[in-house]
């Protein structure tokens, strides 16, 4: 995901106290029996222009569960008005929209912007369930053995069924040298497992390669962070003075990271001017992005390696070479992570993340939801990792190997 931009937008409160003031509601409690509510204490009532929504039933709820429920007491005023915000984002069905009461605003916001400790894997939701996308590199998460597609249960044992990813995300951070238990199935298991990890800093390395098979370049790119560009530059004139002839760009378990990145390194294997990816706005604007480099690689074989840790910025590079240039895709499926987030500052310091924008490829495929199919779909099992084989790479190497010989 890229780096989300921040504006200072004051919309959403208004929309739900709207109507408020000294509006009374009539609610029938039987045949005989009525009753007048009067909503007291609401300020800022103005209804949106364009709106003409009956407030109502909202207000009716409001009333009848601060009146019957057995601990309102407990729930004040404030609470319930973010719990109805919440309900707005909810009911878009994206769990990448997320309201954020001030409290939380301001912790997100610290971890946007500063270093913080967790275990070093990336999480999204599919299908209603709480997923690790991928475990980052010489991270806890990897060490203690998490993989692309389990499926966390329960963070310290609570329940993940009702959590947005960014409230997943506030309890698997903490403390430096903590421990969270993260719950967690895997396919092909009877059974849950608990992993305990313990916390710590987390920094994501960019870029290792090697030469196998004498002439074939396996370039791992971990992350597309600021520097990844220059180091991609640096590894590949490297290796191609080693006698690199060929290419595996190996994206497995890669989560992703700056769009600008992605488009970057796509130009090192595009002509300048080809589309790598286009944003589609809730506006029914697009903004196309194109390639910016000088294009050496174009012509050199290449090869890409997915997972269902590769997601974002891995689909968008992956794809758009497979549209532009059409480089074979080996592995599995990718996690289909393609939408754009923005945050806005609402009036009390509360904010939304909103998704304002799809990702397409080239050739106008959506990639949230649908995530990219390999050429040559290959398994890993566990008796393949527990021997150290990679028959991924092997495929890839096979299928390189055809390229070269064209």
């Known amino acids: 995901m890229r780096k989300e931009p921040l ?73 319930l008005l973010y719990g109805a915000i919440r309900g707005l984002t909810e009911a878009f069905g994206d769990p990448n929209t997320v309201f954020f009461a001030p409290d939380d605003s301001k912790k997100f916001n610290e971890d946007v912007r500063g270093n913080f400790s967790g275990i070093g894997a990336e999480i999204g939701i599919r299908d209603g369930k709480l997923i690790v996308i991928a475990p980052l590199k010489n991270t806890p998460a990897e060490t203690a053995g998490l993989l692309p597609g389990d499926n966390i249960l329960q963070i310290d044992g609570k329940p993940t069924d009702d959590l947005t990813i960014d409230e997943a995300v506030k309890l698997i951070r903490g403390e430096l040298g903590t421990t969270v238990t993260l719950t967690v199935m895997r396919e092909g298991w009877s059974g849950s497992q608990n992993f305990e990890i313990t916390r710590a800093n987390i920094q994501v390395p960019t870029i290792e390669w090697k030469l196998v098979e004498g002439n074939i370049i396996h370039l791992k790119l971990f992350s597309f962070g600021r520097s990844a560009p220059l180091d991609f530059q640096k590894s590949m004139v490297a290796a191609l003075v080693d006698g ?163």
């Open 7 to 79: 504006k200072y937008l004051a919309l959403v409160i208004v929309i739900i106290v709207a109507t408020g003031g000294a509006y009374y509601l009539g609610f029938e409690r039987g045949l005989d029996e009525t009753k007048n509510i009067v909503i007291e204490n609401v300020s800022n009532a103005d209804v949106p222009e364009g709106e003409s929504i009956n407030f109502s039933l909202f207000w009716e709820a409001w009333s009848k569960l601060k009146e019957e429920h057995i601990n309102s007491a407990d729930v004040n005023d404030q609470d």
């Open 244 to 406: 690199g002839d060929g290419l595996i760009l190996d994206l497995r378990g890669n989560p992703g990271g700056l769009l600008d990145v992605a488009v970057s390194i796509a130009g090192f294997f595009m002509e300048r001017g080809e589309v790598v990816v286009t944003e589609k706005f809730t506006s029914g604007d697009n903004t196309v992005l194109r390639s910016t480099g000088n294009g050496a690689l174009k012509d050199f074989p290449v090869v890409v390696l997915i997972n269902e840790g590769s997601a974002s910025a891995s689909e968008i590079l992956a794809g758009a070479l497979r549209v532009n240039n059409g480089t074979k895709i080996v592995g599995k499926k990718s996690f289909g992570k393609g939408t754009v987030q923005e945050l806005e500052t609402l009036s009390n310091d509360s904010t939304l993340k909103i998704t304002i924008a799809n990702w397409l490829l080239p050739d106008g495929t959506l990639i949230e939801g649908n995530g990219l199919e390999p050429d040559f779909t290959v398994e890993i099992t566990p008796e393949d990792i527990a021997a150290g084989r990679d028959p991924q790479l092997e495929k890839a190497i096979e299928v390189l190997k055809a390229e070269m010989a064209k």
